[in-house]
């Protein structure tokens, strides 16, 4: 079952803050965050795992709430360069089931 | 070397032919994936190889015939496609399977006319 993200898009300015949220209503063993620019392929982000801490690189970081079964992903002092569709993956079985995604445009 | 790579980028294919799509990496990874994605949707799940050997078929039809020829190599083969399976089709590989990053190459865009 695919995870649900939310928002579907959001629109800042440089240097704003944004949060993208991943939910699920089965139980998470992990989740991996992945972000697509336009006519490019998925880059990896970050995974986090159940029962690991709160990930991050740069100006970008996540957490992972077991109980209520959902990630967020922070994306600090927003740059052009984070623009693209963020989706997030979930683990069933031995495959990720991605979002349907979060269209993020960073504007100058 | 971190890259995935996959040829052809572009192919347009009428929909009695046969075409193959490649992909290839030198990480040593151990499981390689086949997804595709169409225009401002996730990447769908289409195969999983563990170790040169299918691991998952995500009930894909016939017309699509996945090999896996060595560890490094993925072959998507391609016969009497229908227009609906136009779409980008991306290859990934990981060092194991699931709780693993996963490395995509830029993907192939297929157009059947």
């Known amino acids: 079952q695919q995870p649900v993200q939310s928002p579907q898009a959001v629109i800042l300015r440089e240097g704003e803050d944004a949060v993208i949220n991943c939910s699920s209503s089965k139980a998470l063993y992990s989740v991996h965050w992945y972000r697509q620019k336009h006519g490019e392929a998925p880059v990896f982000l970050m995974i986090?795992?159940?029962?690991?801490e709160q990930k991050g690189h740069d100006k970008i970081s996540a957490s992972f709430n077991e109980k209520k079964q959902q990630s967020s992903l922070y994306l600090t002092a927003s740059q052009l360069s984070y623009s693209g569709t963020y989706f997030c993956g979930t683990e069933r079985g031995n495959k990720l089931v991605f979002g349907a995604g979060t269209i993020l445009r960073v504007k100058s | 070397d971190t890259e995935v790579t996959q040829t052809p980028k572009h192919l347009v294919m009428g929909m009695t032919n046969k075409k193959s799509l490649k992909c290839e990496q030198h990480?040593?990874?151990?499981?390689m994936y086949w997804y595709k994605q169409k225009a401002k949707k996730p990447p769908e799940l289409m195969f999983v190889y563990s170790y040169e050997k299918l691991s998952i078929n995500e009930s894909v039809p016939s017309r699509f015939s996945p090999e896996c020829p060595n560890s490094s190599l993925l072959n998507l083969h391609l016969h009497a496609l229908q227009p609906e399976d136009s779409a980008l089709y991306l290859c990934?590989?990981?060092?194991?399977?699931?709780?693993?990053?996963?490395?995509f190459g830029p993907g192939t865009r297929l157009t059947v006319t």
């Open positions: 990934a590989s990981s060092q194991g399977l699931a709780a693993y990053e996963q490395y």
């Open positions: 986090l795992l159940k029962g690991g």
């Open positions: 990480m040593g990874h151990r499981a």
